[in-house]
């Protein structure tokens, strides 16, 4: 199986700051790699996929990068409601896998 | 509108049998994969397997291999999870989600997904 580390697991940051979180695959996954965003309670919601497409209707705040092993996903300028928890998804072998999670708290 | 719809909360006791479901509107669903994903209270996702209404092709994780059966009604644009026989550590959050076909590779990712129904298990 892929295995799929995120670092930080908990980012503390202000309203207005950029922030970068890593996702990183313990084998080459080209660029089959999804973002998404959790709030307390909710579904997931996909945010990015293929590494570094917006899926529709998210805002352009959120951009993705990165490929092989490597992953980026940042935030340009944090808004209240963006504070959740997000995770990254591979989805170039069965079985498709999930990072553990970076919070992203308010400081 | 393409929406996928869970069957609602369930509490059962340890032993018992359930199935639980996802039903999808606003698309063809017998062209896209349904994937499940648990998440236990107070933790991350982990993906559990994915099914094909148009042919029930199933792949399943081989963390949940034995443990769920998922199966698919195309006919009523239906999905399904089921167990035969529930343990108090099946209690969790479970998502259904959509994922887009492509030929000769696996799917893509979860593009909508269910509202979740939470499975608790306790005697």
């Known amino acids: 199986d892929i295995q799929l580390t995120q670092s930080p697991s908990f980012l503390s940051a202000s309203v207005g700051d950029r922030v970068t979180i890593t996702c990183r695959a313990s084998?080459?996954?080209?660029?089959?790699l999804a973002w998404y965003q959790q709030k307390p309670g909710k579904a997931p919601k996909p945010l990015i996929y293929?590494?570094?497409t917006l899926q529709s209707g998210v805002p352009s705040k959120f951009s993705g990068g990165g490929s092989g092993t490597e992953f980026t996903l940042t935030i340009s300028s944090l808004q209240p409601e963006d504070f959740a928890t997000y995770y990254c998804?591979?989805?170039?072998?069965?079985?498709?896998?999930f990072g553990p999670g970076t919070k992203v708290d308010i400081k | 509108e393409v929406q996928l719809v869970q069957s609602g909360a369930e509490v059962k006791k340890p032993g018992e049998s359930l199935k639980i479901s996802c039903k999808g509107s606003?698309?063809?669903?017998?062209?896209?994969?349904i994937g499940w994903v648990r998440q236990m209270p107070g933790k991350g996702l982990e993906w559990m397997g994915i099914?094909?209404?148009?042919?029930?092709?199933?792949r399943y994780s081989p963390s949940f291999q034995g443990q769920v059966t998922m199966s698919a009604d195309k006919s009523i644009n239906t999905a399904y999870l089921q167990w035969s026989s529930l343990k108090a550590s099946d209690t969790a959050m479970y998502y259904c989600?959509?994922?887009?076909?492509?030929?000769?590779?696996?799917?893509?990712?979860?593009?909508?997904w269910g509202q979740g129904t939470l499975v608790t298990v306790s005697s």
């Open positions: 989600a959509r994922h887009k076909q492509y030929l000769g590779r696996p799917p893509g990712h979860g593009d909508y």
């Open positions: 606003g698309y063809s669903f017998s062209t896209y994969w």
């Open positions: 099914i094909y209404p148009g042919d029930s092709d199933t």
């Open positions: 084998q080459g996954i080209s660029t089959f």
């Open positions: 293929a590494a570094s």
């Open positions: 998804q591979q989805v170039n072998n069965y079985p498709f896998t």
